[in-house]
Each structure stands twice: as C-alpha cells, then as structure tokens.
C-alpha cells in the first residue's frame, strides 16, 4: 500500500457485510474500463490499470465486474492490476447474460451456459473459487417475473463443488428474492435504484432487517427532466455535482446499500469518493425525496 492508502472506514458510508466478509460501502464498478459498448479493450490500458490500482490504494474492498464486459476484457484488467489479490478485496461477477456479435446482452442462463460463465470468470480472474457470483435475470431493460429456481440449482451445485463463495442476485423482482432465499443463502441483491426510481423500497428496508446488502446501479438513470431539475438544485445548494448527491442520498437512505460507481478515470473515481461524502441537510434529503414520490 502506498501512503494515500484509506482505510474504508473513512471512505463514505463506512463498512457493511458481504457474505461472510466486511466491505467498504463505497465501492467500485468495473464496467467502464472496456471499450465503447462495453466491448474491446480500453483505448487507455495503462489509465484502466491506474484506476484500479487507485481504487484499492484508496479503500475500496469490493469490485464489480463481470466477464461479459469486453467480453473478458474487464477482468483480464482487474488480474493484470490488482492480482495477487489483497485478501480484503472482494469481487463480485455475475452470470446470466453473454454478449453477441453486435453488442447485445442476449440472456445465457442455461445449466451449461452458466457452469462456462463461471468458468470464464475463474480463468480470467486467475482464482480457484469466485468471492461472490451474482444470477442476473432479466433482460437488458428490466427484471421480468418468472421463477428462478433452475439457474441458481445450478450456481448452488457450482458453489457445493467449491467454485464460488457467496451468491446473489442482480436484475430480480421481490417475488424472485423470495424465491431464491427459499433455495440458497442470498447475501445481496443488484438491481437499478436511485433517488427518482424507489421501487424497491420496502425490499432495501427488509434486506437491511436481514443483513443482506443492497447494490443500486444507475444513480442517475431513467430521471425526468423535472427530477434532474430538483435534483441540480440541491446539488447546487451544497455546492456538489448531481452525480455526488446522488451517491451522498443512496448512502443514507439505507446502511445496507453498497455503491458500485464506475469510470475510467483517475481523477473521477476520487472525485466520486470526495462526493458521496457531501453533507446533505434534511431540507435536501426532503427535497430529493419528494423526487421519486
């Protein structure tokens, strides 16, 4: 560690489990550090490395990343930069999905797809067994109902053999939460939340009452001109980008939330930490939350 290393009690937010493991609650999402689509290489290899070496040195304990990005682009990155890795560090995948030829996100959930999924992701990150694997269902515009139960026996039977540690879910409706915590033990759910998107309000303040972590993707997406508005306003009031208030809003409104911000760059990433650390009066919290109300 070099001397600007954090420890992730001073990042934003503090520290929550995962599984078995504690991780800062701010954390970093590795999606961006492949090429335009989230397909290829990065046009900056040397930068996409800086960032995750940045990322680590700065507290973070928990990166998101999957092999579909590049496809395996992402995670030959995290290995070339980070392994051997630190043994705070966790990272999570997820399965589910592949890529196609013209960059679409075609869903994979087979037995035979999901066990070459989990496969690719040991390979590539260069480890005997995945921290945590998170199901992805769904498509690539929303979740959609339907049971669950067959691929996550197959990421079950994948875990029993000693390939992955921990599972999850990401892109799951509450009714497929259930269901999955009926079939395996379940210690995060991923799904798009912010503060104009409260859907999953009562499953965050469930999870929470059950030590489950919640990981929100997309802060900003889906906001309507009117919300962006709202949203612009408090964040000049405290005197902070919307993307900061943002992060700052998803940190109090549950201490189980886990953010997974993403970028490429350097100077983002601690532009992103300094942000969520932005001190929001209650005003500004009613004010937001009257966004998605």
């Excluded at 497929?176 to 998107?197: K, L």
Aim: charged residues 15%; proline residues 7%.
């Amino acid at each position: 560690m070099n001397p600007s290393t954090t420890p992730a009690t001073l990042l934003p937010g503090g520290d929550w489990a995962l599984g078995a493991r504690t991780v800062s609650r701010f954390g970093y999402g590795a999606m961006q550090l492949a090429g335009p689509g989230v397909m290829g290489p990065p046009a900056d290899r040397a930068g996409a490395l800086a960032v995750l070496r940045e990322a680590v040195d700065q507290g973070i304990t928990h990166i998101d990343t999957s092999d579909a990005y590049g496809p395996h682009c992402t995670n030959q990155l995290i290995h070339e930069a980070l392994h051997p890795y630190p043994e705070s560090l966790v990272i999570a995948t997820k399965v589910g999905a592949e890529r196609d030829a013209q960059g679409g996100w075609p869903t994979a959930r087979e037995p035979s797809a999901l066990r070459r999924q989990v496969h690719d992701n040991l390979r590539t990150l260069g480890v005997e067994q995945l921290d945590l694997v998170n199901l992805r269902m769904g498509d690539a515009a929303s979740p959609r109902p339907g049971s669950l139960a067959e691929p996550l026996q197959t990421l079950l039977e994948l875990q029993q053999e000693g390939l992955i540690r921990d599972l999850g879910l990401s892109n799951v409706t509450d009714g497929q939460v259930a269901e999955a915590q009926g079939i395996a033990r379940i210690v995060c759910v991923q799904n798009m939340y912010n503060v104009a998107h409260r859907h999953d309000d009562a499953l965050i303040s469930r999870l929470a009452g059950e030590q489950i972590a919640y990981v929100p993707f997309f802060p900003l997406g889906g906001f309507t001109p009117l919300q962006s508005e709202t949203l612009s306003r408090v964040a000049a009031g405290a005197g902070a980008f919307p993307l900061s208030v943002a992060l700052a809003w998803l940190l109090q409104r549950s201490p189980n939330i886990l953010l997974i911000p993403g970028t490429s760059s350097q100077a983002h990433l601690l532009d992103n930490i300094a942000g969520a650390a932005v001190a929001l009066s209650g005003q500004d919290i009613a004010d937001l939350d009257s966004i998605g109300r």
